[in-house]
Nanobody, 122 residues
């Protein structure tokens, strides 16, 4: 069992940056592949980025590639999402999640945080 808690969201102007953090409880964090997803009002939850065990592989959606960076620190049981050059269309609730496999598919993730709001003003 893994419990996830996101933090770091907020209100930022377009072009600005935010760093999201996701802290995991439990001693098995390192065995999980981790993902970040987001959900805007009236839209489905969508994949943003994921990172494999030990951080060997990372993947990004086309909409954030080159602007966002996912990383993890297994000693701190944490995963991060550095978001640069933010755009109004990045506005959403951002969730971190844990899965046994490296995947972009929402349904394959077993554990989810409660989400953190990111709002980008134009």
């Amino acid at each position: 069992q893994v419990q996830l808690v996101e933090s770091g969201g907020g209100l930022v102007q377009a072009g600005g940056s935010l760093r999201l953090s996701c802290a995991a409880s439990g001693r098995t964090f390192s065995r999980y592949n981790m993902g970040w997803f987001r959900q805007a009002p009236g839209k489905e939850r969508e994949f943003v980025a994921d990172i494999s065990r030990r951080g060997i592989v990372t993947e990004y959606s086309d909409s954030v590639k080159g602007r966002f960076t996912i990383s993890r620190d297994d000693d701190k049981n944490s995963v991060y999402l550095q978001m640069n050059n933010l755009k109004p269309e990045d506005t959403a609730v951002y969730y971190c999640a844990a899965a046994d496999r490296l995947t972009r598919v929402v349904s394959f993730y077993d554990y989810w945080g409660q989400g953190t709001q990111v709002t980008v003003s134009s």
